[in-house]
């Protein structure tokens, strides 16, 4: 079983993964690492923290000699921007954490809440999502990603001036990306409880990014505008390609199962929270009304969200995928693998 957690707040120190159960004699670079965090850091919209920061990995344990060892793996990604992390503040910032978790915490300084509910921990997901991409590769299983709207927008030509548009007028957008794995092979995840189901288990994991309010598998929402015969698709048989469909409304998953075809993930993110021309709040000191917080800030994450989608997704199929084959070391599951290949 692939397991993680993640540590830091977005002004400290730095961003920590431990990633447990990763198989020994994966071949790993920090480099597949920083590919993947440097793609989380672009996107057009982003705010000036973007520029300062410059995320690398650290890899500082489960890994010698450029390959795992089957020990849990640390990472390290250490933060440039600490400077706000001593400010303190309480104009409570509507669409974030700041007001549930001050009441819960019992925290008068809003920062102690801001500082970990940050995007900024979706680094760490990030290089942990790299693992399991760099797992998955070994078995020719590929995780992509694309923005399909910014701004109720999908002509991506468009996608700049609005975001400029929405920059100048103090506002900001959200928008819809996909995340698409191919070659996965039909039967990861399973029918026979609700917490094995694997769409369950994307689907917790892409809402649980933040910002995102909608996830979808396959044709998503769509299925309730739709008669059967238009949503469901045909099984076919060929000897050499073995079970194959014509279409793939179901988005690769039945019965809570990959089912052979491409596995795909759709989410829709809301607008940045926090507005240049800001929304009408409360002090959480003084109870009276007032404008709340604006600290540098995106206008748009859309495409740097799908890279976080593209991570979590990774992250569990790799699980799905080691809980089918084994999970101790390399060879052995590409042996179970191809033994699975062969009897379906
Ligand atoms: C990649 C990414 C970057 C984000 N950047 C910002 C930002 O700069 N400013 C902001 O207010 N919210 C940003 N957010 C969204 C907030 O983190 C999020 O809306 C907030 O923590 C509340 O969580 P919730 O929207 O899931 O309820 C970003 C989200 C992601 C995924």
């Given at each position: 079983m692939l397991r993680y957690l993640t540590a830091g707040e977005s002004h400290g120190k730095a961003e920590i993964a431990i990633l447990e159960g990763c198989p020994a004699n994966l071949p790993l670079k920090e480099s597949d690492l920083d590919k993947d965090l440097a793609r989380r850091q672009q996107g057009y919209g982003r705010g000036a923290r973007m520029k300062i920061e410059k995320d690398k990995a650290e890899i500082l344990s489960g890994v010698r000699k450029g390959k795992t060892i089957g020990s849990p793996i640390a990472i390290q990604i250490p933060n440039r921007s600490t400077q706000f992390f001593a400010k303190t503040f309480s104009r409570l910032r509507p669409g974030h954490a700041d007001l549930a978790g001050a009441l819960k915490y019992n925290q008068k300084d809003v920062r102690n809440i801001l500082e970990r509910a940050s995007a900024r921990e979706t680094a760490a997901k990030v290089a942990v999502g790299a693992v399991a991409k760099r797992l998955l590769a070994e078995f020719k299983i590929k995780v992509e990603s694309r923005v399909l709207v910014i701004g109720g927008e999908s002509r991506s030509g468009q996608w700049k001036n609005l975001i400029d548009y929405s920059r100048k007028d103090g506002d900001t957008l959200g928008g819809l990306f996909e995340v698409v794995v191919k070659g996965a092979p039909a039967g990861l995840g399973s029918h026979v409880h609700w917490d094995r189901r694997l769409d369950g288990q994307l689907a917790a994991a892409v809402m649980?990014?933040?910002?995102?309010?909608s996830v979808e598998i396959g044709l998503g929402k769509e299925v309730a505008n739709l008669p059967g015969s238009r949503v469901h698709d045909e099984i076919f048989y060929s000897k050499a390609d073995g079970f194959y469909r014509n279409t793939n409304n179901a988005g690769g998953l039945e019965g809570g199962m990959t089912n052979g075809e491409a596995v795909v993930v759709r989410a829709a993110m809301k607008p940045i929270a926090t507005l240049k021309k800001p929304l009408q709040s409360v002090d959480l000191a003084t109870k009276k009304v007032t404008k709340a917080l604006v600290e540098r800030s995106d206008v748009c994450a859309v495409e740097p969200a799908a890279v976080i989608g593209e991570a979590v997704v990774a992250i569990e199929i790799a699980n799905a995928f080691l809980e089918k084959?084994?999970?101790?070391?390399v060879e052995d599951i590409q042996k179970a693998y191809k033994a699975y290949l062969s009897r379906i």
């Amino acid at each position: 079983m692939l397991r993680y957690l993640t540590a830091g707040e977005s002004h400290g120190k730095a961003e920590i993964a431990i990633l447990e159960g990763c198989p020994a004699n994966l071949p790993l670079k920090e480099s597949d690492l920083d590919k993947d965090l440097a793609r989380r850091q672009q996107g057009y919209g982003r705010g000036a923290r973007m520029k300062i920061e410059k995320d690398k990995a650290e890899i500082l344990s489960g890994v010698r000699k450029g390959k795992t060892i089957g020990s849990p793996i640390a990472i390290q990604i250490p933060n440039r921007s600490t400077q706000f992390f001593a400010k303190t503040f309480s104009r409570l910032r509507p669409g974030h954490a700041d007001l549930a978790g001050a009441l819960k915490y019992n925290q008068k300084d809003v920062r102690n809440i801001l500082e970990r509910a940050s995007a900024r921990e979706t680094a760490a997901k990030v290089a942990v999502g790299a693992v399991a991409k760099r797992l998955l590769a070994e078995f020719k299983i590929k995780v992509e990603s694309r923005v399909l709207v910014i701004g109720g927008e999908s002509r991506s030509g468009q996608w700049k001036n609005l975001i400029d548009y929405s920059r100048k007028d103090g506002d900001t957008l959200g928008g819809l990306f996909e995340v698409v794995v191919k070659g996965a092979p039909a039967g990861l995840g399973s029918h026979v409880h609700w917490d094995r189901r694997l769409d369950g288990q994307l689907a917790a994991a892409v809402m649980a990014i933040p910002a995102i309010k909608s996830v979808e598998i396959g044709l998503g929402k769509e299925v309730a505008n739709l008669p059967g015969s238009r949503v469901h698709d045909e099984i076919f048989y060929s000897k050499a390609d073995g079970f194959y469909r014509n279409t793939n409304n179901a988005g690769g998953l039945e019965g809570g199962m990959t089912n052979g075809e491409a596995v795909v993930v759709r989410a829709a993110m809301k607008p940045i929270a926090t507005l240049k021309k800001p929304l009408q709040s409360v002090d959480l000191a003084t109870k009276k009304v007032t404008k709340a917080l604006v600290e540098r800030s995106d206008v748009c994450a859309v495409e740097p969200a799908a890279v976080i989608g593209e991570a979590v997704v990774a992250i569990e199929i790799a699980n799905a995928f080691l809980e089918k084959f084994g999970g101790d070391v390399v060879e052995d599951i590409q042996k179970a693998y191809k033994a699975y290949l062969s009897r379906i």
